[in-house]
């Protein structure tokens, strides 16, 4: 029962999130935080394809959303084209701001993004959510996983 409640309370998290009015609509004392939040995206046959986490989330007078330790995981899908759950990659960064009006996030801190035979760091970034697409701006590196075993196979004669 208190997973569902904490699930349900970060549902409830992200809608406030969204639905509080933005810019110049708020004052300075009505200022929300909501911590330890979930937010799950599911496709059009009910499946979750992403979710959203963050330890704190600050909703500022000016429309955008402070969060902190924010973290995203991406979902795959098996043949069948049911969500099988297998985290297929993970976006993670100490803090960002998110603008609830064009679903873009941007952050000038680091940031790392993990899939299983990849992960690529940076400092600086922006997430355009409709997009599904995020941009490193510093220091950006790529680190590639078991790249030696399938070259070799190919430049053997």
Known sequence: ???????????????LILAVPSSGQLRQAEEQTITGFRVP??????????????DRARIL???????VELKMEFYGSNTAGTTNRNVEMRISSPRCLYHRGTGIATSDA???????NMV?????????????????????KVVL?????????????
């Open 41 to 54: 995206t599911y496709d059009r046959e009910g499946n979750m394809t992403s979710q959203v986490f963050g």
């Open 61 to 67: 007078p000016n429309g955008l959303v402070d969060i």
């Open 1 to 15: 029962m208190k997973r569902v409640r904490k699930q349900f309370a970060g549902i409830t998290a992200w809608a």
């Open 120 to 140: 690529v760091t940076g400092v600086g970034f922006q997430w355009f959510g409709d997009a599904q697409r995020l941009e490193i701006y510093n220091q950006a």
């Open 145 to 157: 996983k078991d790249i030696r075993r399938g070259a070799e196979t190919e430049l053997l004669p």
């Open 110 to 116: 680091p940031v790392r993004i993990a899939r299983e």
